[in-house]
């Protein structure tokens, strides 16, 4: 297995996805707690320019999420969506709204798939349509998973256990 060294962003023209993969220096179990742990998850979760609070977060087969990002303006965006199954390091499955643009909804499978003390984090989002997903790129949100996933590998480096 070849080593990410930074996040990779795919979205193929005309396919209504965005695949976003990363390896991390850490176990699975980490990883996944890091995303449904609320004191870990807005640590890591959006760019840096913004804070993140997390609304709820009840990580279970129909259970639901919101959090919010604030600018240094004081401007607010709100995110929501639905676990579907029950998330495990196994990966997690569930929707993503934001709230900005409502009815606009795509469907996340997060994997996290660790050989050798390093996991592969792969974020598979498929949307409504090719029209949302450009429109997912173009919000910035290039920025906001990139700097994410840079906060994720700082949170985990400090939690991972050394090998």
């Not at 996991?119 to 949302?132: G, H, K, P, W, Y």
């Amino acid at each position: 297995m070849r080593i990410l060294a930074k996040t990779q962003i795919m979205a193929e023209p005309g396919v209504p996805q965005i695949v976003i993969t990363r390896e991390f220096d850490a176990p699975r179990e980490l990883l996944f707690r890091a995303h449904v742990d609320p004191e870990l998850l807005v640590q890591w979760l959006g760019p840096r320019s913004l804070t993140t609070t997390l609304d709820y977060l009840d990580a279970r087969d129909g259970g639901k999420w919101r959090y919010i990002s604030r600018d240094a303006e004081g401007n607010e965006y709100g995110f929501h969506g639905v676990f579907h199954g029950m998330p495990s390091p196994d990966g997690i499955v569930q929707t993503f709204e934001f709230e900005g643009v409502p009815g606009h909804v795509s469907l996340s499978t997060i994997t996290f798939e660790e050989h050798r003390g390093k996991t592969v984090l792969r974020n598979n989002a498929i949307f409504q349509s090719v029209e949302d997903r450009d429109g997912m790129m173009q919000s910035g949100m290039e920025k906001g998973v990139n700097d994410g996933m840079e906060r994720l590998e700082e949170i985990v480096a400090r939690l991972a256990p050394v090998h």
